[in-house]
């Protein structure tokens, strides 16, 4: 049974704003990265080493993921892939907030386990 025109256009605005909202955050997320970007490069104050390339490569590859995951929300949108595209979109700006949170979860056991 196809839902009336109304309810699927309701359901349709309610995913652009969602789509604007979630790419708003994860270009929030970028200004942040950008102050990491620049002292990334710090890893190399005790001179090249793989492990310093490694976290530099890792942290300036960032912006990669949010332009991969919102091209791919914006290719299911005219598909009326509506779930996987708010999906996608939602996960654009996923990583800072499960990175602070693993940093917050850390600190919590690691105060207690001090105390």
Known sequence: MAEPPAQTSK???GLILWLIASQLLALASLVI???M???SVMAFDSGVSAEAWTFVL???AYPVIPLILIIG????FPQRRNVLAAILSGLSFAPPILFYL???IATTFAMTAVD
Request: without cysteine; glycine residues 6%.
């Open 33 to 35: 990265w950008a102050l």
């Open 11 to 13: 359901r349709r605005t």
């Open 58 to 60: 890792t942290v300036w």
């Open 102 to 104: 693993f940093l917050w």
């Open 73 to 76: 929300a914006w290719i299911a």
């Open 37 to 39: 970007a620049g002292l």
